[in-house]
């Protein structure tokens, strides 16, 4: 048996009306004008963006996020599209790990990231 896609259960939590949210749902604020980018990180980026041992920046996290935003969005941008190997070995994989989201989508995820995280 193979597990859900976690994009495919955001979606279909989204079409619920908010009903049955993966777990890291009650941490992710909603955000006008940024739902798209909201729905992006309950299905691919929460899996290591809300999850500390990941090494990944967590969402929330003002101080984690504050150096990467202050070198622009562009290469943020980029190491989601493209990954990243940080200083310290933590990878970010291409695309969040799923091929499926476009470039659109992977901007909107780091637009949301970024202003949850008070940047």
Known sequence: ?????????????????GAALPAGAAAAPEIAGLEAGRAV????????????DSGAPQL???????????????PLYAHA???????GGDRMLA??????L???ELRAAVDYMLAASGQ
């Not at 193979?2 to 279909?12: C, G, I, K, N």
């Not at 990180?41 to 500390?52: D, R, V």
């Not at 929330?60 to 562009?74: K, L, P, V």
């Not at 695309?95 to 499926?100: Q, S, T």
């Open 95 to 100: 695309r969040g790990g799923n091929p499926a």
């Open 41 to 52: 990180w309950l299905g691919t980026c929460q899996a290591c963006h809300a999850e500390p």
């Open 1 to 17: 048996m193979t597990a859900p896609r976690p994009l495919a259960s955001a979606a279909l939590a989204l079409a619920l009306g």
């Open 81 to 87: 599209m493209h990954g990243f190997t940080g200083p």
């Open 60 to 74: 929330g996290d003002a101080a984690a996020w504050r150096a990467r935003a202050a070198r622009g969005r562009d």
């Open 102 to 104: 476009g470039d659109g």
